[in-house]
């Protein structure tokens, strides 16, 4: 971006401005974020959770606390360097030979005296869904588009993150790594999580999305997989006044009880032997079939099944409920963000510890918070669509800026966040293409044995291969 001549008057003012460092705290290291997550909360959470320190440390505890959602946004540094990355300006006009950065171990026991309380309740308490009134892209009739989904990450291979949370298996071995279950709720407009929910690789999906029921509210339209789809899941999302719109389980059969003009048909769900409460109401559904005629299309001349709970068809028409399930599409993205682009991909947890995961679950999700409400805000200053704007970028020159926002004082941060939201709507991302995906499998667990710590230092051989070798 090249300063024009209209903003000669705002490039003086900042040329001509010189910071003061002096009063700036280590405490205080990530105040780009500190718009976002306010300290005086994490304070009362500290506070809560007795995760102060009854004596002065190198590592107090909102450092502490800042350090593991810095963790999140610099996966390619290691934690002492994101430590380094977070107080270094601080030390910028003081005695060099007084700068001290703590040990490897200091960091972690700091980071385990503090926790992983004071993360989840800061994330149950800030990360709600951001928009606020009716708009196109993260409302449809009146009702606000929420996706569910799961997925599983992997841990450190350490013998306690293996007891707690368990290894996958297949026909030929145990995978590589320990791995967990999660499961998101997320705002399909803004991509932000507002809840979520870990646990070990043997719990079953459904059983995560069951403790994310507690944060649909009335007016809300859940969009979820055929996994979910459920008698049980279907009527408890309707006694909280929302709606839902998900493909038909292909295990379920639906009898046509009226048919409608549009071509679907209204049927009764019933509860089943296996369901919670086995005397619940039946719940009324409209079932939409429909076909993917593209030739182009890996679903060509396939039949898709959803059902809905909006079931008027001149209110809520088939085909604009077909068109908006591939709304359920932006948790895809939304997982994606935090695997590939914020944590790296194939890379698992840092920590060694089932509450280091644990502390660093919520950390990761606070951070991409933090990222996700840059966008909306950028999103809301030049009218934009959120979509439209790079989580990718937004993240890096995030980053950039954290050490700009430690040198100026509060009063001049409006004037940066307004240079920042200028730097992330340079990179727009055109219109969605037109796209289908096979549901096909990247990776899968490997035949071979999985490597175990005496593999690390295997014994050296006694003479050179040509030597070893024997014909008889």
């Not at 005086?40 to 959470?45: F, K, T, Y």
Request: aromatic content about 12%; overall charge positive.
């Amino acid at each position: 971006m090249i300063f024009s001549k209209k903003h000669a008057l705002e490039r003086t003012t900042i040329m001509d401005y010189t910071p003061s460092l002096e009063t700036d705290s280590p405490e205080s290291c990530l105040k780009i974020a500190e718009a976002v997550i306010s300290p005086d909360l994490i304070q009362d959470l500290l506070t809560r959770h007795h995760c102060h320190e009854q004596r002065q440390r190198d590592l107090p505890a909102m450092l502490v606390f800042w350090l593991c959602i810095a963790m999140s946004w610099f996966t390619n540094r290691s934690i002492p360097s994101v430590l380094c990355r977070l107080i270094q300006v601080s030390s910028l006009f003081g005695d060099p030979n007084a700068i001290h950065l703590p040990s490897p171990s200091a960091i972690s026991q700091a980071r385990y005296r503090l926790g992983a309380k004071p993360f989840e309740q800061a994330f149950k308490t800030l990360c709600q869904p951001l928009v606020t009134t009716d708009n196109a892209y993260a409302f449809r009739f009146g009702l606000r588009l929420v996706c569910l989904d799961g997925t599983t990450e992997t841990v450190a291979d350490t013998p306690a993150n293996d007891a707690y949370f368990g290894r996958s298996y297949n026909q030929y071995r145990a995978d590589a790594y320990p791995s967990c279950r999660i499961a998101y709720l997320c705002e399909a407009g803004t991509h932000a999580i507002f809840d979520a929910a870990i646990a070990p690789r043997n719990c079953a999906e459904t059983t995560l999305a069951w403790r994310l029921l507690r944060s649909i509210r009335p007016n809300m339209l859940v969009m979820f997989d055929a996994g979910l789809t459920s008698f049980d899941f279907i009527s408890r999302i309707s006694c909280v006044e929302s709606h839902v719109l998900a493909p038909a389980n292909t295990s379920s059969k639906h009898k046509p009880c009226q048919f409608l003009d549009d071509g679907t048909y209204l049927s009764w769900m019933y509860p089943t032997n296996k369901s919670r409460c086995t005397s619940a109401s039946p719940v009324l559904v409209r079932v939409i079939d429909y076909w993917i005629q593209d030739p182009a299309s890996p679903h060509h001349r396939t039949c898709k099944r959803l059902i809905t709970t909006l079931l008027d068809p001149l209110v809520y028409p088939a085909i604009d409920l077909i068109e908006l399930y591939h709304e359920r599409w932006e948790i895809e993205l939304t997982i994606d963000e935090i695997d590939t682009h914020q944590r790296y991909p194939n890379r698992p947890f840092r920590s060694k510890k089932p509450l280091g995961v644990l502390q660093e679950f919520y950390a990761m999700l606070l951070a991409h918070y933090v990222v996700r409400v840059l966008i909306f805000q950028t999103a809301q200053v030049y009218h934009l669509d959120p979509d439209r704007l790079s989580f990718t970028f937004t993240l890096q020159v995030m980053t950039d800026w954290i050490g700009y926002f430690q040198l100026f004082p509060i009063d001049y941060h409006p004037h940066l966040f307004a240079c920042l939201f200028a730097w992330i709507r340079q990179y727009r991302y055109p219109e969605r293409r037109l796209r289908f995906n096979p549901r096909v499998v990247k990776r899968r667990l490997s035949k071979f044995l999985r490597k175990q710590p005496h593999h690390l230092n295997p014994p050296k051989p006694t003479c050179s291969f040509r030597l070893s070798i024997s014909l008889s």
